[in-house]
Structures are given as C-alpha cells and as structure tokens.
C-alpha cells in the first residue's frame, strides 16, 4: 500500500467522525492553532526565510517569491483570520428545508460535510492554515499539498496543526501533508477516498487535474480581472481604486490585471492614472489609442489575456460599455471584474451581463476574498457554476442529505391512491 493511500484512507476514517464532532470541539480545536501558530511565530518565519533562500537561489520568480513570504504581518492576518473562523456559525447540521410528505412523513434537507478533500496550492503557505482550519470548521478532512518552495514551512505549520488539534480531541489522521509531486497523481486516482479536489495553480495545471481525475475538481486557474471606466465615472474614485486593485498586493489572483477605459474619458484619465502608476512603479501596456493620450508600451493580444501578477498591466480604450462587457467575457477567466460608475443604469447592465463568479461596483477587485467577505477566509475561487462559486468559504466546502422521518408509512399506500400526499412546507428544524 503506497503511503498516500494510507493517508487517504487516515482522512477517510478521520473523516467519518469528524462529520458528528460539535462545534464547541471544534471551535476549541481552532483555539489552539491559535495559540501554538502565536506561540511558535519566530519558529515559522525562520522555516519561512529558508524556504525564501533556496528559492532565491533556485532563481525562482519575484511574484511567487511574493506568495512565498510569510512574514509578522501576514502570520496576524492568519491569526485573525482564525478568529473570525472560531466566530461563525456551525455550517454542519444546519435546515435547509423542512417538507411534510404526509401526517407523520417528514423530508428534511439538512447540510453536512463533503467528507475528503484534497488540495493542491502554490507557494503560499498562509494558505495551508486558511484551507486546514476551513476543512476543520466544516467538519472535512483534508489532504495537502503545497509547493516545493515552501517544503520548510509547509511542514512547521502542518505539525502545528495536528497536534493542536489532537489536544482538543479531533481524530487522528484528519489533515495530511502530501510531500512529493508524484503524491499528486495517486491522489488523482483515489476517487474511493477522496470526495473533492480544489487545484490552485496555472490554467494548465488545472485542467490537466480535471483531465486526469474521476473526483469532482472545484477552483479556478488564473485570475484576469477588469475594471472598467464608464463615461460617468467619478474619475477620483477611478484613480484610487485602479491603484488599489493594481498595487496593494500584485500577486494574487484579485488584483486587476486589464483597465478598459471608455473613449469619451479617456483623455482626462489616462493621464492621470499615468501619473499615479509611474509612482508606484508600475508598466502600462496600451491599445493604439491609449498610446496616442500617454507614452506607454504597446499591448499585444497575449496581453489581454495575460495574468501578470507583477507590476504590469494592459490598458484598452472602448467605444462603450457593451464593448466593455464583451471583452471581459471573452477574454476574462470569470473570476472578478468590476466597474466604476456613477449611472445606475450602466451599473445594473454590467453585474448583470459580465459572466464572473465576482462582479463589484465602485470598489477595489481586492475585495473578492473570503475574509473580506466575511466567509473566514477561503480554500480558494471557484468559477465553477455548480455547488460554489466565488470565495469558497464554510458554505462551499458542505453539502446536504436528505433525512426522512416516518412512522410506519409504505410506498404502497401511495402508489393505490389509499393514502395522498400533502407535500406541506414546514418552518422548523430538523430534530430527533
């Protein structure tokens, strides 16, 4: 038995007991990652520094160096993270619908975990504790396996989680560090033991694990995000959010990567988002007329379906927001894009018309994220159109069962007509 069967069938068994652990077990359990990730921080960032210098070495690139940083901040922003998460409510067990079938026949949809889900995710090892403390809360076991890269901090973080989580009472063999690349494609067969796969990484990667799979595959592969400028946009709002979507952190899969610019705006606010990228060092690449307004580089049609995740983008003019609407739709990934507007009518048109798991109006695309959706952060983005979609929070990573509760009624009574349906909606929870 290959050692990542063992491990799948670990978090199979883990994960059936997990299933029926109560919230306050739970919430104790995430309690003391808590405490052990506060405790061994100086632990962490040390793992995290040599992992960041053999990478340096491997000359490995300066965005997925970005991601593979975990520094002070970034371990406060998985620690409040947890917080929020230990702050929700159970998503297990909760009454979807209740429906009497009869007198006596009572149909409940009640929700439950997925069972076993394997992810595999780049260089960010901030990630690791999101998608392991998420699976936890939703009562989910989980297979990891992160990047090479982060191997050292990958592994720290792991333990920590595990053995946290074992002084709280949840069942050994819940969470799984997978280590080698070739625990990828075992995992891929192992559609006996795993319930769900989310892949984090290139479009490429993604489809090859959809390509090579039977388990259901949920996420998302890049992350071409738009926003575009209306002819009523307030251009001040324009500048700061194009600035914030760009640059408050380019490597991730929100940030914006392509401004669409409507033609009878376009000379009072290119110039000035000109301007404002210069400072903060960043590359345009241009359409033919935004190079006629401001000397920037020319933007090739690769560009339009690029995700930089670097200090770059592409800016395009457009006659109108229709030309807005179909170019995100044709060359966007349908993960978030947003437009800036003033005219409600044109605000309505585009979230309704732009095919994207995110649509934002106003605001920066950083917004699209779990955490700041109040989800307690996210195993990733789906632009999948079944069962989840956008930041997969708590919500996405449950589903449902059906409980029916009789009291001696048969099939055969119905079928004669002796006995009817009453198919009666009901308000109340499920409860024995």
């Known amino acids: 038995m290959a050692l990542t069967e063992e491990m799948a069938i670990q978090a199979k068994n883990a994960s059936i007991k997990l299933s029926a652990i109560p919230l306050e077990i739970k919430n104790k359990a995430l309690y003391e990652i808590y405490k052990s990730i506060k405790t061994r921080t100086s632990e962490i960032i040390l793992a995290n520094k040599k992992d960041i210098g053999i990478s340096e070495k491997n000359n490995l690139a300066s965005p997925l160096i970005k991601r593979l940083r975990l520094d002070e901040n970034k371990i406060n922003e998985v620690l409040n993270g947890i917080k ?12 979807i619908s209740a429906t009497e079938l009869d007198k006596g026949l009572e149909l409940y949809k009640v929700s439950c975990p997925i069972g076993v889900i394997g992810v595999i995710f780049e260089s960010r090892p901030d990630a690791l504790v999101q998608i392991a403390t998420l699976c936890l809360k939703s009562g989910n076991s989980v297979l990891l396996k992160g990047g090479s890269e982060a191997a050292n901090t990958n592994l720290i973080l792991s333990d920590i989680i595990a053995k946290s989580t074992n002084i709280a009472g949840i069942p050994d063999g819940w969470i799984q560090l997978l280590e080698s690349r070739s625990d990828v494609n075992e995992m891929l067969k192992m559609d006996e033991y795993i319930d769900l796969i989310i892949p984090r990484g290139s479009n490429e990667f993604v489809k090859y694990i959809m390509d090579n799979s039977r388990i259901a595959v949920l996420g998302h592969a890049e992350g071409i995000c738009h926003l575009y400028i209306d002819d009523a946009a307030d251009l001040d709002i324009a500048v700061s959010v194009s600035l914030d979507s760009k640059a408050q952190y380019v490597a991730v899969c ?84 947003g437009i800036i507007t ?19 109006l106003n605001c920066s695309t950083r917004f699209s994220d779990g955490f700041r959706y109040g989800l307690g952060a996210e195993v990733g983005i789906s632009t999948n159109k079944i ?33 009817k349906f009453t198919h009666r909606k009901l308000n109340k929870k499920f409860k024995l």
């Open 387 to 419: 069962h989840a979609r956008g930041p997969v929070g708590l919500e996405g990573l449950v589903i449902y069962k059906w409980k029916l509760i009789g009291s001696g009624q048969i099939v055969g009574d119905y079928s004669s007509g002796k006995t």
């Open 84 to 95: 929020s998460l230990i702050d929700l409510e159970d998503p297990v067990g909760i009454t």
């Open 342 to 360: 003033k005219n409600k009518n044109n605000a309505i048109k585009f979230m309704n018309l732009v095919d994207s798991a995110n649509v934002l």
């Open 254 to 337: 929100n940030a914006v990567e392509t401004i669409l610019v409507n033609e009878d705006i376009a000379d009072s606010f290119l110039p000035r988002l000109n301007e404002i990228f210069l400072k903060n060092h960043i590359e345009i690449r241009g359409c033919k007329k935004t190079q006629k307004l401001i000397n920037v580089k020319s933007a090739t049609e690769e560009d339009w379906s690029k995700e930089y995740l670097d200090y770059i983008i592409s800016v395009k003019v457009v006659t109108n927001i229709e030309e807005a609407i179909n170019h995100i739709n044709n060359y966007g990934s349908k993960h978030t894009d």
